[in-house]
Nanobody, 115 residues
């Protein structure tokens, strides 16, 4: 059974940083494309960043240069380093694991950017 558990969210001031983690179990982690998505109140869930099994990354334009996605296949964990946080980054951040015919989501972690 696939399980994705996010952690690392919290309340941070504008300009601050956070590192989100997504611990995966029940999958052959190294072959999956891992992604981070977010959903702000009243808005649709949107792509933040993805990283393929080969390490290729893709970012939403709104986060390029501030967010960095990475993965550690030895720990079955994906990360999202978030820098220079803005109030508009406030959202629930979800981890996603995708492979042929498989698409799984974590429960989400709240990130709130406020002074």
């Amino acid at each position: 059974q696939v399980q994705l558990v996010e952690s690392g969210g919290g309340l941070v001031q504008p300009g601050g940083s956070l590192r989100l983690s997504c611990a995966a179990s029940g999958i052959i982690f190294s072959i999956y494309t891992m992604g981070w998505y977010r959903q702000a109140p009243g808005k649709q869930r949107e792509l933040v960043a993805t990283i393929t099994s080969g390490g290729s990354t893709n970012y939403a334009d709104s986060v390029k240069g501030r967010f960095t996605i990475s993965r550690d296949n030895t720990k079955n964990t994906a990360y999202l380093q978030i820098n220079s946080l803005k109030p508009e980054d406030t959202a629930v951040y979800y981890c996603n694991a995708k492979w042929i015919g498989y698409n799984s989501w974590g429960q989400g972690t709240q990130v709130t950017v406020s002074s």
